[in-house]
Protein backbone atom coordinates (compact mmCIF):
# COMPACT_ATOMS: atom_id res chain seq x y z
CA UNK A 1 0.00 0.00 0.00
CA UNK A 2 1.58 3.54 -1.26
CA UNK A 3 2.12 6.12 1.53
CA UNK A 4 -1.06 8.50 -0.26
CA UNK A 5 -3.65 5.50 0.55
CA UNK A 6 -2.35 4.88 4.09
CA UNK A 7 -2.90 8.56 4.20
CA UNK A 8 -6.23 8.59 2.94
CA UNK A 9 -7.58 5.37 5.33
CA UNK A 10 -5.53 7.19 8.22
CA UNK A 11 -8.43 10.18 7.38
CA UNK A 12 -11.43 7.65 7.25
CA UNK A 13 -10.53 6.14 10.33
CA UNK A 14 -9.85 9.18 12.27
CA UNK A 15 -13.22 10.47 10.89
CA UNK A 16 -14.91 7.00 11.69
CA UNK A 17 -13.62 7.09 15.32
CA UNK A 18 -14.74 11.04 15.97
CA UNK A 19 -18.18 10.63 14.61
CA UNK A 20 -18.50 7.14 16.32
CA UNK A 21 -17.78 8.67 19.81
CA UNK A 22 -19.74 11.69 18.95
CA UNK A 23 -22.91 9.38 18.56
CA UNK A 24 -22.36 6.34 20.37
CA UNK A 25 -24.42 7.09 22.94
CA UNK A 26 -27.60 8.38 20.65
CA UNK A 27 -26.82 4.92 18.81
CA UNK A 28 -26.71 2.80 21.81
CA UNK A 29 -30.13 3.97 22.98
CA UNK A 30 -31.49 3.65 19.35
CA UNK A 31 -30.57 -0.11 19.08
CA UNK A 32 -31.18 -1.25 22.18
CA UNK A 33 -34.93 0.56 22.09
CA UNK A 34 -35.08 -0.90 19.12
CA UNK A 35 -34.73 -4.62 20.15
CA UNK A 36 -37.09 -3.98 22.86
CA UNK A 37 -39.68 -2.86 20.54
CA UNK A 38 -38.82 -6.04 18.39
CA UNK A 39 -40.76 -8.20 20.88
CA UNK A 40 -43.76 -5.53 21.99
CA UNK A 41 -46.28 -7.99 21.35
CA UNK A 42 -44.39 -11.25 23.01
CA UNK A 43 -44.50 -8.69 25.98
CA UNK A 44 -48.37 -7.48 25.77
CA UNK A 45 -49.60 -11.46 25.19
CA UNK A 46 -47.20 -11.76 28.99
CA UNK A 47 -48.98 -9.20 31.19
CA UNK A 48 -52.34 -9.23 29.35
CA UNK A 49 -53.99 -12.70 29.22
CA UNK A 50 -56.75 -11.76 26.86
CA UNK A 51 -53.83 -10.36 23.90
CA UNK A 52 -53.09 -14.18 23.84
CA UNK A 53 -56.64 -14.89 22.75
CA UNK A 54 -56.56 -13.41 19.84
CA UNK A 55 -59.43 -11.24 17.75
CA UNK A 56 -60.54 -12.99 14.62
CA UNK A 57 -61.15 -9.67 12.49
CA UNK A 58 -64.46 -10.44 11.15
CA UNK A 59 -67.25 -7.64 10.53
CA UNK A 60 -68.99 -9.04 13.64
CA UNK A 61 -65.85 -9.18 15.88
CA UNK A 62 -65.16 -5.69 14.98
CA UNK A 63 -67.85 -4.53 15.64
CA UNK A 64 -68.54 -5.84 19.22
CA UNK A 65 -64.85 -4.14 20.03
CA UNK A 66 -65.99 -0.73 17.94
CA UNK A 67 -69.44 -0.30 19.61
CA UNK A 68 -67.73 -1.22 23.07
CA UNK A 69 -65.57 1.74 22.46
CA UNK A 70 -67.83 4.23 22.12
CA UNK A 71 -69.35 3.15 25.10
CA UNK A 72 -66.73 3.51 26.96
CA UNK A 73 -65.68 6.81 25.68
CA UNK A 74 -68.14 7.95 23.28
CA UNK A 75 -66.91 11.32 21.53
CA UNK A 76 -63.29 11.15 22.71
CA UNK A 77 -62.66 8.79 20.21
CA UNK A 78 -60.55 9.23 17.07
CA UNK A 79 -59.23 5.76 15.47
CA UNK A 80 -58.59 2.30 16.58
CA UNK A 81 -55.71 -0.33 15.65
CA UNK A 82 -57.67 -3.64 15.24
CA UNK A 83 -55.69 -6.58 17.42
CA UNK A 84 -54.85 -9.98 15.60
CA UNK A 85 -55.21 -13.49 16.03
CA UNK A 86 -51.60 -13.61 17.33
CA UNK A 87 -52.31 -10.29 19.37
CA UNK A 88 -55.95 -9.87 20.81
CA UNK A 89 -55.33 -6.22 22.11
CA UNK A 90 -57.06 -3.33 20.25
CA UNK A 91 -55.71 0.42 20.54
CA UNK A 92 -57.95 3.44 20.53
CA UNK A 93 -56.62 6.52 19.87
CA UNK A 94 -58.34 9.27 22.15
CA UNK A 95 -58.41 12.99 21.98
CA UNK A 96 -55.79 14.92 24.07
CA UNK A 97 -53.31 12.26 23.53
CA UNK A 98 -54.98 9.52 25.75
CA UNK A 99 -54.76 5.58 24.60
CA UNK A 100 -56.27 2.72 25.68
CA UNK A 101 -55.91 -1.44 25.20
CA UNK A 102 -59.24 -3.24 24.66
CA UNK A 103 -59.59 -6.92 25.05
CA UNK A 104 -61.37 -8.76 22.20
CA UNK A 105 -64.82 -8.34 23.94
CA UNK A 106 -64.22 -5.03 24.23
CA UNK A 107 -63.24 -4.02 27.56
CA UNK A 108 -60.56 -2.20 28.74
CA UNK A 109 -57.45 -3.24 30.07
CA UNK A 110 -55.46 -0.13 30.27
CA UNK A 111 -56.23 3.75 29.81
CA UNK A 112 -53.17 6.09 29.79
CA UNK A 113 -51.89 9.54 28.66
CA UNK A 114 -49.26 9.99 26.26
CA UNK A 115 -46.23 7.74 27.37
CA UNK A 116 -47.13 6.81 30.55
CA UNK A 117 -47.29 2.84 29.50
CA UNK A 118 -43.91 1.19 29.43
CA UNK A 119 -44.21 -0.09 25.31
CA UNK A 120 -45.31 3.47 24.52
CA UNK A 121 -42.71 5.23 26.67
CA UNK A 122 -40.60 2.94 24.40
CA UNK A 123 -41.71 3.56 21.48
CA UNK A 124 -41.36 7.40 21.85
CA UNK A 125 -37.88 7.06 22.75
CA UNK A 126 -36.97 4.94 20.06
CA UNK A 127 -38.91 7.09 17.58
CA UNK A 128 -39.11 10.90 18.91
CA UNK A 129 -36.54 10.49 21.41
CA UNK A 130 -38.79 11.67 24.12
CA UNK A 131 -38.83 15.07 22.22
CA UNK A 132 -41.10 15.54 20.33
CA UNK A 133 -40.99 16.39 16.33
CA UNK A 134 -37.26 17.43 16.96
CA UNK A 135 -36.69 13.86 18.50
CA UNK A 136 -37.60 12.38 15.64
CA UNK A 137 -35.85 14.80 12.78
CA UNK A 138 -32.62 14.01 15.19
CA UNK A 139 -33.44 10.27 15.12
CA UNK A 140 -33.54 9.87 11.58
CA UNK A 141 -30.31 12.08 10.99
CA UNK A 142 -28.98 9.63 13.67
CA UNK A 143 -30.18 6.64 11.20
CA UNK A 144 -28.36 8.47 8.52
CA UNK A 145 -25.30 8.88 10.56
CA UNK A 146 -25.29 5.29 11.05
CA UNK A 147 -25.21 4.45 7.73
CA UNK A 148 -22.46 6.69 7.02
CA UNK A 149 -20.19 5.04 10.06
CA UNK A 150 -21.05 1.83 8.84
CA UNK A 151 -19.78 2.58 5.33
CA UNK A 152 -16.98 4.32 6.83
CA UNK A 153 -16.03 1.24 8.99
CA UNK A 154 -16.01 -1.03 6.15
CA UNK A 155 -13.79 0.94 4.32
CA UNK A 156 -11.44 1.45 7.48
CA UNK A 157 -10.98 -1.95 7.75
CA UNK A 158 -9.93 -2.89 4.58
CA UNK A 159 -6.20 -2.62 5.60
CA UNK A 160 -6.99 -5.15 8.76
CA UNK A 161 -8.89 -7.31 6.48
CA UNK A 162 -6.30 -10.51 7.38
CA UNK A 163 -7.02 -9.68 10.84
CA UNK A 164 -10.52 -10.35 10.90
CA UNK A 165 -11.52 -12.95 13.19
CA UNK A 166 -14.85 -14.57 14.95
CA UNK A 167 -14.59 -13.03 18.51
CA UNK A 168 -17.13 -10.27 19.09
CA UNK A 169 -16.72 -9.99 22.85
CA UNK A 170 -12.67 -7.79 23.67
CA UNK A 171 -10.89 -10.20 25.68
CA UNK A 172 -9.53 -7.02 28.03
CA UNK A 173 -10.04 -3.68 28.18
CA UNK A 174 -6.72 -3.23 25.91
CA UNK A 175 -7.21 -0.70 23.32
CA UNK A 176 -6.50 -3.73 20.82
CA UNK A 177 -8.83 -6.01 21.92
CA UNK A 178 -11.44 -3.66 22.01
CA UNK A 179 -11.00 -2.55 18.19
CA UNK A 180 -10.51 -6.07 17.50
CA UNK A 181 -13.88 -7.03 18.89
CA UNK A 182 -15.20 -3.93 17.36
CA UNK A 183 -14.32 -4.36 13.78
CA UNK A 184 -15.28 -7.93 13.72
CA UNK A 185 -18.46 -7.38 15.50
CA UNK A 186 -19.00 -4.55 12.72
CA UNK A 187 -18.75 -6.82 9.86
CA UNK A 188 -20.83 -9.68 10.50
CA UNK A 189 -23.60 -7.10 11.02
CA UNK A 190 -22.93 -4.66 8.29
CA UNK A 191 -25.83 -5.93 6.47
CA UNK A 192 -28.43 -5.71 8.65
CA UNK A 193 -27.35 -2.16 10.00
CA UNK A 194 -27.13 -0.90 6.56
CA UNK A 195 -30.97 -2.08 6.17
CA UNK A 196 -32.71 -1.03 9.55
CA UNK A 197 -30.79 1.89 9.15
CA UNK A 198 -31.66 3.11 6.15
CA UNK A 199 -35.20 2.18 6.64
CA UNK A 200 -35.54 3.90 9.88
CA UNK A 201 -34.22 7.10 8.25
CA UNK A 202 -36.77 6.72 4.97
CA UNK A 203 -39.90 6.63 7.21
CA UNK A 204 -38.88 9.67 8.92
CA UNK A 205 -37.84 11.31 5.82
CA UNK A 206 -40.41 10.37 3.37
CA UNK A 207 -40.24 12.99 0.91
CA UNK A 208 -37.09 12.30 0.40
CA UNK A 209 -37.02 8.74 0.26
CA UNK A 210 -39.65 8.43 -2.22
CA UNK A 211 -37.86 10.65 -4.40
CA UNK A 212 -35.05 8.29 -4.35
CA UNK A 213 -37.36 5.29 -5.06
CA UNK A 214 -38.60 7.00 -8.26
CA UNK A 215 -35.37 7.71 -9.37
CA UNK A 216 -36.36 11.36 -9.19
CA UNK A 217 -39.16 11.02 -11.47
CA UNK A 218 -42.17 12.61 -10.15
CA UNK A 219 -44.59 9.95 -9.33
CA UNK A 220 -47.88 9.55 -11.82
CA UNK A 221 -50.99 11.15 -10.02
CA UNK A 222 -52.89 8.61 -7.93
CA UNK A 223 -56.64 9.97 -7.67
CA UNK A 224 -58.12 8.77 -4.37
CA UNK A 225 -61.98 8.48 -4.49
CA UNK A 226 -64.20 10.58 -1.46
CA UNK A 227 -67.48 10.10 -0.74
CA UNK A 228 -70.77 12.32 0.20
CA UNK A 229 -71.31 11.38 3.71
CA UNK A 230 -73.94 12.62 6.55
CA UNK A 231 -72.57 12.48 10.22
CA UNK A 232 -74.88 9.64 12.02
CA UNK A 233 -73.98 7.29 14.35
CA UNK A 234 -72.76 4.03 12.60
CA UNK A 235 -73.95 0.53 12.56
CA UNK A 236 -70.43 -0.97 12.82
CA UNK A 237 -71.60 -4.49 12.03
CA UNK A 238 -73.31 -2.92 8.74
CA UNK A 239 -70.05 -0.59 7.96
CA UNK A 240 -67.54 -3.22 8.57
CA UNK A 241 -69.38 -5.85 6.49
CA UNK A 242 -70.03 -3.62 3.45
CA UNK A 243 -65.99 -2.47 3.66
CA UNK A 244 -65.17 -6.18 3.72
CA UNK A 245 -67.22 -6.46 0.39
CA UNK A 246 -65.11 -4.11 -1.06
CA UNK A 247 -61.73 -6.27 -0.56
CA UNK A 248 -62.80 -9.10 0.12
CA UNK A 249 -59.20 -11.24 0.48
CA UNK A 250 -58.52 -8.16 2.70
CA UNK A 251 -58.63 -7.85 6.16
CA UNK A 252 -59.74 -4.41 8.59
CA UNK A 253 -56.83 -3.33 10.45
CA UNK A 254 -58.07 0.58 11.55
CA UNK A 255 -61.07 2.33 11.60
CA UNK A 256 -60.95 6.44 12.45
CA UNK A 257 -64.20 7.57 14.00
CA UNK A 258 -66.10 10.02 11.74
CA UNK A 259 -67.15 13.76 12.83
CA UNK A 260 -69.37 16.21 12.20
CA UNK A 261 -66.54 18.23 9.96
CA UNK A 262 -65.12 14.73 8.02
CA UNK A 263 -68.50 12.95 8.78
CA UNK A 264 -67.45 9.73 6.26
CA UNK A 265 -65.85 6.78 7.95
CA UNK A 266 -62.20 5.97 6.94
CA UNK A 267 -60.86 2.47 6.91
CA UNK A 268 -57.60 0.94 6.25
CA UNK A 269 -57.30 -2.72 5.38
CA UNK A 270 -54.27 -5.10 4.25
CA UNK A 271 -54.55 -7.20 1.30
CA UNK A 272 -53.04 -10.50 1.88
CA UNK A 273 -50.21 -9.43 -0.78
CA UNK A 274 -48.83 -6.18 0.95
CA UNK A 275 -46.02 -6.61 3.80
CA UNK A 276 -47.07 -3.64 5.84
CA UNK A 277 -48.85 -5.08 9.04
CA UNK A 278 -51.57 -2.56 9.12
CA UNK A 279 -52.25 -2.07 5.12
CA UNK A 280 -52.33 0.63 2.81
CA UNK A 281 -55.65 -0.01 0.95
CA UNK A 282 -58.67 2.85 2.27
CA UNK A 283 -62.02 2.10 2.56
CA UNK A 284 -64.47 5.40 3.11
CA UNK A 285 -68.20 4.61 4.14
CA UNK A 286 -71.08 6.55 4.93
CA UNK A 287 -71.89 6.35 8.49
CA UNK A 288 -75.74 6.87 7.65
CA UNK A 289 -76.27 4.39 5.27
CA UNK A 290 -72.90 1.97 5.55
CA UNK A 291 -72.36 2.59 1.82
CA UNK A 292 -68.71 1.71 1.43
CA UNK A 293 -66.36 3.07 -1.56
CA UNK A 294 -62.59 1.61 -2.17
CA UNK A 295 -60.81 5.23 -1.90
CA UNK A 296 -57.20 3.53 -2.88
CA UNK A 297 -55.85 0.55 -3.73
CA UNK A 298 -51.96 -0.23 -2.68
CA UNK A 299 -51.94 -2.98 -5.14
CA UNK A 300 -52.21 -0.48 -7.76
CA UNK A 301 -50.06 1.95 -6.34
CA UNK A 302 -47.28 2.98 -8.54
CA UNK A 303 -43.78 0.79 -7.55
CA UNK A 304 -42.33 3.44 -5.89
CA UNK A 305 -45.26 3.89 -3.14
CA UNK A 306 -45.50 -0.12 -2.91
CA UNK A 307 -41.48 0.01 -2.12
CA UNK A 308 -41.98 2.72 0.62
CA UNK A 309 -44.92 0.76 1.59
CA UNK A 310 -42.70 -2.34 2.45
CA UNK A 311 -39.75 -0.20 4.55
CA UNK A 312 -41.76 0.01 8.05
CA UNK A 313 -42.54 -3.21 8.15
CA UNK A 314 -38.80 -4.29 7.19
CA UNK A 315 -37.31 -1.82 9.90
CA UNK A 316 -40.30 -2.74 12.65
CA UNK A 317 -40.00 -6.57 12.46
CA UNK A 318 -43.16 -6.97 11.22
CA UNK A 319 -42.79 -9.53 8.61
CA UNK A 320 -44.89 -12.37 10.03
CA UNK A 321 -45.37 -14.51 13.20
CA UNK A 322 -44.41 -17.74 11.35
CA UNK A 323 -41.00 -19.05 12.07
CA UNK A 324 -39.76 -16.80 8.80
CA UNK A 325 -41.25 -13.95 11.07
CA UNK A 326 -39.83 -14.93 14.01
CA UNK A 327 -36.17 -15.48 12.47
CA UNK A 328 -36.24 -11.75 11.20
CA UNK A 329 -37.30 -10.34 14.50
CA UNK A 330 -34.20 -12.12 15.99
CA UNK A 331 -31.86 -10.56 13.24
CA UNK A 332 -33.30 -7.72 14.05
CA UNK A 333 -33.14 -7.93 17.44
CA UNK A 334 -29.34 -9.10 17.42
CA UNK A 335 -28.56 -6.06 14.93
CA UNK A 336 -30.08 -3.85 17.66
CA UNK A 337 -27.94 -4.86 20.47
CA UNK A 338 -24.95 -5.42 17.89
CA UNK A 339 -25.29 -1.55 17.43
CA UNK A 340 -25.36 -0.90 21.04
CA UNK A 341 -22.35 -2.95 21.50
CA UNK A 342 -20.57 -1.69 18.54
CA UNK A 343 -20.86 2.04 20.12
CA UNK A 344 -19.99 1.53 23.62
CA UNK A 345 -17.09 -0.92 22.74
CA UNK A 346 -15.92 2.21 20.04
CA UNK A 347 -16.33 4.91 22.46
CA UNK A 348 -14.70 3.00 24.92
CA UNK A 349 -11.61 2.64 22.46
CA UNK A 350 -11.16 5.78 21.61
CA UNK A 351 -11.00 6.99 24.88
CA UNK A 352 -8.38 4.66 25.68
CA UNK A 353 -6.86 6.08 22.88
CA UNK A 354 -7.69 10.10 22.94
CA UNK A 355 -8.11 10.13 26.67
CA UNK A 356 -6.98 7.15 28.96
CA UNK A 357 -3.45 6.77 27.58
Keep these: MGRRQRQVFAIIRTIHAWSGAALSLLLAILGLSGTLLVFRDDWLRTIFAPARDGLIPEP ?10 ETAFGDRLLSAVFGTPDMGLTRLYLTDGDAAWLDPDGAVLAQWSGNARPEAWLFDLHHHLLAGHTGEIVSGIAGLAAVALTVTGLVALWPA ?18 LSAHRNLGLMTALPLLVLSLTGAAMIFPGSAKA ?14 VI ?16 QDRAPDAVIRIVRWPNPDNPAISLRLRQPAEWHPNGRTYVLADPATAQATLSADAQTQPTATRLYNALYPVHSAHLGRGLPGRLYDLICALTGLALTTLGLIG ?3 FLRHRILR
Design 60 to 69: ANLAVVADAA
Design 161 to 178: RRAIGLKVWPGSSQRGAL
Design 212 to 225: LLSGFRPAPAVQAR
Design 228 to 243: DATYSDPDWNAVFTAA
Design 347 to 349: VWA
